[in-house]
């Protein structure tokens, strides 16, 4: 059964930094691709970033420039790695595996930023 776990999730300082890890388990092939998403309180989950097994990387506008998605080798493990965190980045960050046309989601990790 795949499982997707994610960690790192933290009350911060407007300005500060987050590093988000999302580790598989029970996976025998590589995901296609994985992406964070994030759902604020009262809204609908938004996409992040993505990260194709090419390495080719995808970002919404809000986030451009400040976070980097990566991952390891066998794509099991994905970062988001936050810089410059806005009170506005407050949310439940997930993370998703696509794997044979399916998606796998994580159970959330909750990022707050605030003074």
């Known amino acids: 059964q795949v499982r997707l776990v994610e960690s790192g999730g933290n009350l911060v300082q407007p300005g500060g930094s987050l590093r988000l890890s999302c580790a598989a388990s029970?996976?025998?092939?590589?995901?296609?691709?994985r992406a964070w998403y994030r759902q604020a309180p009262g809204q609908q989950r938004e996409f992040v970033a993505s990260i194709a097994g090419g390495g080719i990387t995808n970002y919404a506008d809000s986030v451009k420039g400040r976070f980097t998605i990566s991952r390891d080798k066998s794509m099991n493990t994905v970062y988001l790695a936050m810089n410059s965190l806005k009170p506005e980045d407050t949310a439940v960050y997930y993370c998703k595996g696509v794997l044979g046309g399916r998606d796998f989601w994580g159970q959330g990790t909750q990022v707050t930023v605030s003074s």
């Open positions: 029970g996976i025998v092939f590589s995901f296609n691709a």
